[in-house]
Structures are given as C-alpha cells and as structure tokens.
C-alpha cells in the first residue's frame, strides 16, 4: 500500500441525530421535519434504517425539549431571531387624514313664544269679511230650523282662522286662537242651554244645539275682530 495514496474519510457519526438526518444543530423544526421524511423515502422498506431515522428525529425533538425546560435559547429559535433582526419590518401604509366635519351653523329657527294677543279693532277687509260672514251664518242658524248646527259653527271657526291668519301671518297662532273661542263658546252655550232647558221650547222656537252653538258664533266673530 503506498504511502501516498489517500487517507479514507471516516464515516459520519451514526450516534448523532443531527448527522443521521442530515441537518445542523440551528435547523428550524420545518427543515428537521422535511429531512425526516426525505430519509424515510430514501430508506425505502428497510425496517432498520426507518427505526434509526426515527430514533434521530426522537432524539432531535428532545434535545429542543430539554433546552426549553433549562431556560435556554435553542439553536434554531436563536437562528430564526437573527434573521427577523436582519430583515426590515413590512411597512405599514400610511393611513389618510380623515376629514374634518363641517361645522353646523348655529339655528336660525325662531324660538316659540306665548304672549297674550292685542286686542285691536280690525279695519277694511278684515273688518267687513267676517261681519259678513258670521251675520250670514247666525241668520242661518236662527231663521232656518233645518240648518245644521254643526255645519255652521265648523263654517264660523273656518272665518275666524282666515281673518286671524290674514293679521297675524301665523297659522299655528290662528288656529290655537280659533280652537280656544271655538270651545269657550261651546261652553258656554251649554251652560245657557242647561239654565233654559225647562222653558226653552215654550219662551224661544230654538233646539238645545241652536241656542249652543249661538254663543260660540259670536265669540268666533269677536276674536275675529278684535285679536291683532
């Protein structure tokens, strides 16, 4: 044998589990897994070969174990933090400036008010549409007894809120003044109809809801004239 020739590499340790699966000591659980299964391929059907490889990988697993439980960085673990130090963190896209709300102008809207109406005469149109209109109306309701009632009082409310709307220029006013002279009349003429009842057929030609609804025309006719 020459003395020149060339020494034989010595087989790689078979004891240790890192060479029998062909990975380092600071490979990630993934490539030990992934060397696993490329051994057991290569190994084919042979039932020793596949229990030495998966003695190996036993022996890998609790070796990661063992450095866990005494508190210490495994290999791999140290290997996977280095490359996360080396490698930026992704950027985060910047987000855009929400837009400021407009800001509302303050209400504009009138405030409602409750005061007590001026009583003034009214003048012109105001003066003669609902003399006309009323007067027609209570001759109506006295001198036709198959008139209704009813019908005309609605008609007397319905004068005194245009007038009202016509001099005041608010509706709601209007109507909540129409609506109180036409109750207060109403009222009234209960009370003059239960104070007449006995003697109202005798002393006057006029049914219970006549002698009614006389008081509310007129307090209608006077709001009409006199509320500015």
């Known amino acids: 044998m020459n003395q020149g020739s060339a020494q034989p590499q010595p087989a790689p340790d078979a004891s240790d589990p890192y060479e ?3 990975v380092a000591p600071d490979a990630s659980f993934d490539t030990v897994q992934e060397a ?19 003695s190996a990988y036993d022996a890998v697993l609790m070796d990661r174990l063992k450095e866990r439980q005494q508190g210490r960085v495994s290999s791999a673990a140290r290997s ?26 303050p209400s504009r809207l009138p405030r409602p008010s409750f005061s007590l109406p001026k009583l003034q005469l009214a003048t012109g149109r105001d003066l003669w549409f609902p003399l006309a209109a009323d ?19 609605a008609l007397a409310t319905g004068v005194t809120l245009l007038n009202l709307q016509r001099r005041h220029g608010r509706f709601l006013a209007a109507v909540g003044w129409s609506f109180a ?16 009842g ?7 030609p006029l ?22």
Request: charged letters at 10%.
């Open 20 to 22: 029998r699966l062909g």
């Open 36 to 54: 696993k299964l490329s051994r057991l391929a290569e190994a084919g059907d042979d039932p020793l070969v596949r229990s030495r490889i998966e």
């Open 80 to 105: 996977a933090s280095q490359r996360e130090q080396a490698s930026p963190p992704p950027s985060r896209p910047a987000l855009s400036a929400l837009p400021s709300l407009p800001q509302l102008p």
């Open 135 to 153: 007067g027609l109306l209570l001759v109506l309701l006295l001198l036709m007894p198959g008139a209704t009632p009813e019908l005309l009082t």
């Open 181 to 196: 002279l036409l109750c207060l009349g109403l009222v009234l003429g209960g009370l003059l109809a239960g104070g007449l």
């Open 198 to 204: 006995a003697s109202l057929g005798q002393s006057l």
């Open 207 to 228: 049914s219970i809801l006549q002698l009614q609804s006389i008081p509310a025309i007129l307090l209608l006719l006077i709001g009409a004239l006199l509320i500015a």
